[in-house]
Nanobody, 115 residues
Framework: QVQLVESGGGLVQPGGSLRLSCAASEKIFSLVAMGWYRQAPGNQRELVAIITSGGTTNYADSVKGRFTISRDNAKNVVYLQMNSLKPEDTAVYYC?????????WGQGTQVTVSS
């Protein structure tokens, strides 16, 4: 079973940047997409960014122009570069890998944007 390990979260001031990484424990077969979701206290988990097996990306409107998703196929890693962070970006960020026939989730990494 594929294990996903996230890293790169932390505390940052508004306007700052963070880069999240998500490493898969093994090569991923039948990949559909890799993505990042987030969940703030009292809110539902929401999609932040996704990159398909073909390289197509999609972003939540709230992060367009500020966040960039990318992946390194050789290393089985997906990244989320987050710039111009805002307090409303504060949440637990989860990595997601979707394959045929199932999907996998990471354990989550906390991102806090505060002065």
């Amino acid at each position: 079973q594929v294990q996903l390990v996230e890293s790169g979260g932390g505390l940052v001031q508004p306007g700052g940047s963070l880069r999240l990484s998500c490493a898969a424990s093994e090569k991923i077969f039948s990949l559909v997409a890799m993505g990042w979701y987030r969940q703030a206290p009292g809110n539902q988990r929401e999609l932040v960014a996704i990159i398909t097996s073909g390289g197509t990306t999609n972003y939540a409107d709230s992060v367009k122009g500020r966040f960039t998703i990318s992946r390194d196929n050789a290393k089985n890693v997906v990244y989320l570069q987050m710039n111009s962070l805002k307090p409303e970006d504060t949440a637990v960020y989860y990595c997601n890998v979707r394959t045929i026939p199932r999907q996998y989730w990471g354990q989550g990494t906390q991102v806090t944007v505060s002065s």
